[in-house]
């Protein structure tokens, strides 16, 4: 870690049920959404993101217009996406977006850019998912020139030619901050470090220590394209109630249902309460009481040397109320004592 570890929160606006049990109309949700994080902000939180998504179990598919949303109404808390799928996107438009949410946020707007994990865009966009690399591939070569905010003269073979030609709003700073997502493929991490962009590891199961490996490839691969250090980040899963017993009890049925609704498309088998318990025990699933879940992000935080961990608190149909006590939790209590812990 080369600062304080930054801590954040992901949610992909996953559609939640009311107190009669009954799913909450999409802009009820995304309503709910813009609260999560403007208490987030009061608590203390350094980062929200915000994903993208285009299926009926999540209400965002423009998380730029919820991330202006968000900064209309706080002061000092980060924003991004978690993550924007550059493939099915058009990258002048991504860092438009975003620097438009940088402009009306005095700043404070990052873009987490990646593949995704769900392909819905694709078709509904009109690309071919036979061109899956090819299309990550191109948009990211174009964004990073993009980034550099001067005149930009660059050809491919999935969108028309640009020859210098300039792109509108610039940022403030000049640096519109922009980070890779990525699942856990060596390729994705030599990636990252060749356009000199951090690294966001999307860890949602295993020991999180696996990835080790990757974080060192990262660095030497920094090291051999010849680029500064770059932070590091991880998002993964979780849950915070008053005790770990709660905790879990409120996680598991809502857990279970969003991951038995993607498992089922997937031609994965049902999850069993051991695999919950083994995640929450041993792998990547931070749920418990505040003193369970920091020390186990701060565990994570020295093991990966991370200048970043964003909690993605959201879980299919789990209550808006339980996420609003569960931010309130960490910003409260497990952001402090993750800090203490790692000053220590």
């Known amino acids: 870690m080369t600062q304080e570890l930054e801590l954040g929160l992901d949610t992909f606006g996953d559609v939640t049920a009311g107190a009669d049990g009954v799913s909450l109309p999409y802009a009820q949700v995304i309503r709910n959404l813009v609260d999560e994080a403007v208490l987030a902000d009061e608590v203390g939180v350094d980062f ?8 009926d179990d999540f209400a965002v ?15 000092r808390i980060r924003l991004g996406s978690a993550v924007t799928v550059l493939s099915s996107d058009d990258p002048i ?29 694709f078709p509904l966009f009109g690309f071919d998912l036979a061109q899956y690399e090819e299309l990550f591939e191109e948009k990211l070569d174009l964004f990073s020139e993009v980034l550099k905010e001067g005149p930009i003269t660059w050809a491919g073979t ?31 991490v030599v990636r990252a470090a060749r356009y000199g962009l951090p690294m ?56 279970k249902a ?25 792998g990547s699933l931070y749920v418990g009481s505040p003193e369970t879940v920091a020390r186990k992000i701060a565990a994570t935080a020295k093991t990966l040397g991370l200048d970043r961990f964003d909690l993605k ?17 960490y910003g409260t209590k ?11």
Request: charged share 20%; hydrophobic share 40%.
């Open 48 to 55: 929200i993101g915000v994903g993208e998504h285009h299926r």
């Open 158 to 188: 999935t969108r028309a030619a640009l020859t210098n030609q300039q792109v509108y709003p610039k940022t403030e700073s000049g640096a519109l901050k922009a980070w890779i997502g990525v699942g856990g493929s060596p390729e994705s």
């Open 258 to 282: 969003n991951r038995d609704r993607i498992g089922a498309e997937r031609g994965w088998s049902p999850m069993q309460r051991g695999e919950f318990d083994q995640e929450a025990d041993f």
């Open 93 to 121: 438009r991504v860092f438009q977006r975003f620097a438009t949410v940088d402009a009306v946020s005095n700043g404070r707007a990052e873009v987490i850019l990646g593949r995704g994990s769900f392909t819905e865009s």
């Open 313 to 329: 608190y959201s879980a299919g149909p789990l209550a808006h109320e339980k996420s609003m006590h569960s931010i309130e939790l």
């Open 200 to 255: 966001m590891l999307a860890i949602i199961g295993g020991d999180p220590s696996r990835f080790a490996p990757y974080v060192d490839l990262y660095h030497r691969a920094l090291a051999q394209f010849e680029m500064p250090t770059r932070p590091i980040g991880v998002h993964s899963p979780g849950y915070i109630a008053d005790t770990d017993e709660q905790a879990r009890e409120e996680l598991w049925p809502h857990f």
């Open 334 to 344: 497990v952001i402090p004592m993750v800090r203490d812990i790692l000053a220590s």
């Open 61 to 75: 598919s423009a998380p730029e217009v919820v991330l202006a949303a968000i900064a209309a109404r706080t002061s």
